[in-house]
């Protein structure tokens, strides 16, 4: 899988967007863009995933480059749960085995 | 609720121990993986099994062990406990291979 690199930490006010950037410049083209996030020491939980198009739904929005290097996630409207750590994950179903390889992920506060 | 569900939530036994967590994916899915996530090594995967059948392996010391059930329940078996395997463990499933994983809330182990 390709490795991600992703901010430690970051704040956003709440109410605001709140963009948390990745890098992946080795993700080969068969890798989705995977992100999760983890409240406190609750389960992670999925946000959203994309290949090479941008992807929306009801909690995010992926924007991801078009040399497929680096994406952005987009929390349009950030409240106080939206604070927790967010993890970018590359990777592809390969052999037809699966499993997702956890960074540091960043650390969002959103402040009041 | 992600449907995944995890029991015990709690367990708490002593070095040398046996114990056995048991993990109930959402209705259709086929895959399940457990995760392990410690203080100092974070979020990582331990096995997948898919349909019953051993798909992939991770970090998974020899004295674990896991399987997947013909009704697709999974269990992870953690035999002559060390102080270094309190963690939280937590069980994913998917409908397939590529699909967003779905965590459980995790069971919390501590050897005492």
């Known amino acids: 899988d390709a490795k991600t690199t992703q901010p430690t930490s970051m704040d956003c006010a709440e109410g605001r967007a709140a963009n948390l950037p990745c890098n992946h410049s080795t993700i080969s083209g068969n890798e989705y863009v995977y992100w999760y996030r983890q409240i406190h020491s609750q389960g992670p939980q999925y946000i959203i995933h994309g290949l090479k198009n941008n992807e929306t739904n009801e909690m995010a929005s992926l924007i991801i480059t078009e040399d497929r290097k680096s994406s952005t996630l987009i929390l349009p409207h950030a409240t106080l749960r939206d604070t927790a750590v967010y993890y970018c994950?590359?990777?592809?179903?390969?052999?037809?085995?699966?499993?997702?390889?956890f960074g540091k992920g960043t650390k969002l506060s959103v402040i009041p | 609720d992600s449907g995944v569900t995890q029991t015990p939530k709690h367990l708490i036994t002593a070095t040398g121990q046996r114990v056995t967590l048991r993990c109930s994916p959402r209705s259709g899915d086929l895959s399940v993986y457990w995760y392990q996530q410690s203080l100092d090594q974070g979020l990582q995967f331990l096995i997948q099994y898919y349909n019953g059948e051993e798909r992939a392996k991770g970090n998974i010391l020899e004295r674990f062990s896991a399987q997947q059930f013909p009704d697709l329940h999974s269990e992870l078996n953690l035999s002559s406990l060390e102080l270094g395997d309190s963690a939280l463990y937590f069980c994913?499933?998917?409908?397939?291979?590529?699909?967003?994983?779905?965590f459980g809330d995790g069971t919390r182990l501590s050897i005492l």
């Open positions: 994913a499933s998917s409908v397939g291979f590529g699909e967003p994983q779905h």
């Open positions: 994950i590359a990777g592809d179903s390969g052999a037809g085995s699966y499993q997702l390889t």
